[in-house]
């Protein structure tokens, strides 16, 4: 029993590092949602609170756990109201580009530090495991929320991207996609099909950023 408590406590120390990345990443994908919904019109996140970096705005207790786990997950969506958007055709999609944009942004804006401190500060980079451990992690965990909304299944970003170039006839004859998305991306993810495709688009994004 001891040994079990004392792994799991090990376990729970491992993910120490990540627990910074992962408040992180959901606050600034949601953000950057509400910024550029502002900016399309719509004020519904400003007024009820959401256009804010705080975590606890946007903290989804499963999301948050499941991005701990398997560096995939989600946060709170931020209100959105399409009838306030000046051209909702072309805003939807360009809200749901805002997060992953803004993870994408944030990976490599922690990817150049990395770059930095290995090239003028090595000695305190290599010799401070903790501070590789949370930098790397602040680069996987926004590129794995990134990639993991690029997926065109609702409710990620992906899918309403994907609306933006489908004809409207062919969108609305997707609702039961609206309606049964979850249950199908939690199907996908339990197969471990969600896993077998992000992987190797964010091994690749890293190596690209770290270099």
């Known amino acids: 029993m001891n040994r079990f408590f004392s792994d799991v ?32 019109g719509d004020r519904t996140a400003e007024l009820e609170g959401r256009l804010t970096l705080n975590p606890l705005a946007h903290f989804d207790p ?29 805003d939807i999609p360009f809200v749901a580009l805002a997060g992953i944009a803004g993870n994408i942004l944030s990976a490599v804006v922690f990817g150049l530090i990395i770059r ?38 609702p409710p990620l970003d992906g899918s309403k991207m994907l609306y933006y ?12 996609l609206e309606r049964w998305g979850f249950v199908i991306l939690l199907a996908l993810i339990y197969l471990g099909v969600v896993n077998a495709v992000m992987s190797p688009a964010v091994r690749w994004a890293f190596r690209l950023i770290i270099g």
Not at 120 to 133: A, I, K, S, V
Not at 168 to 176: G, T
């Open 9 to 40: 406590g090990r376990e729970l120390l491992s993910l120490l590092p990540a627990l910074p990345a992962v408040l992180w990443a959901i606050s600034f994908h949601e953000f950057c949602h509400g910024w550029v919904a502002l900016k399309c």
């Open 165 to 176: 170039f489908l004809p409207l006839r062919v969108v609305e004859s997707l609702d039961w």
């Open 62 to 90: 499963w999301g948050a756990v499941c991005m701990l786990l398997f560096q995939f997950g989600w946060a709170k969506p931020v209100p959105i109201d399409p009838r306030n958007f000046r051209n909702p055709r072309r």
């Open 116 to 153: 930095g401190m290995t090239r003028w500060m090595p000695e305190l980079f290599w010799t401070n495991y903790g501070l590789q451990r949370v930098l790397v992690m602040f680069v996987l965990v926004d590129l794995n929320l990134a990639v993991f909304n690029l997926l065109p299944i």
